[in-house]
């Protein structure tokens, strides 16, 4: 992947998600042995992912449909075939973190099966990036495979 595709996942993710990954996170995890595909549709790309599959373990690092192509069923479409690649790499269980403020993945994630593990208390950054207002916890899902 190119700096150009990093650029265009990067600006598309800024219009899709409340709390986009930097251009830092983006190349860093696509420099490491992470595991990142495109969603595309005949009518382009719909977003993307970043898998990390570790002692049969898959963590779900990062999932984002662009804003065009929300609430089309491609979210849930996408968790079936990472469930599919989890069980390629011999996982038996995907994990992820979400904001607790993030209900409608936190409604995807429940709809797939994920259920909370575990909280993660004052793990991300405020909504606002501002270090004065209160930090938001992170909730740990996971789901068995297989
Ligand atoms: C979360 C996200 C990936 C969902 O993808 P999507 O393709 O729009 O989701 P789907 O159309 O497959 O919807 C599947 C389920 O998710 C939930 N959902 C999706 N969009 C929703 C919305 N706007 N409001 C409420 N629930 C919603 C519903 O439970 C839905 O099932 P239903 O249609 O039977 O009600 C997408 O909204 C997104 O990229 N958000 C920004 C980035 C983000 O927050 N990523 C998660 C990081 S942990």
């Not at 994630?109 to 793990?123: D, E, M, S």
């Amino acid at each position: 992947m190119s700096i150009k595709d990093i650029e265009s996942l990067f600006a598309r993710e800024q219009r899709a998600s409340e709390h986009p990954w930097s251009m830092g996170d983006l190349s860093q995890s696509l420099k490491s042995e992470d595991d990142c595909q495109i969603v595309c549709l005949h009518t382009g790309d719909a977003g993307y992912f970043v898998l990390q599959h570790n002692e049969g373990v898959t963590e779900i690092l990062n999932l984002v449909i662009f804003l065009k192509y929300q609430r089309m069923g491609i979210g849930r479409e996408v968790l079936s075939l990472i469930f599919s690649e989890a069980m390629q790499k011999q996982s038996n269980e995907v994990w992820l973190e979400v904001r607790e403020g993030n209900k409608v993945a936190r409604r995807l994630y429940k709809g797939a099966g994920f259920i909370q593990k575990g909280v993660r208390k004052n793990y991300y950054p405020s909504a606002a990036g501002n270090k004065f207002s209160a930090r938001e916890d992170a909730i740990l899902m996971t789901r068995a495979i297989g």
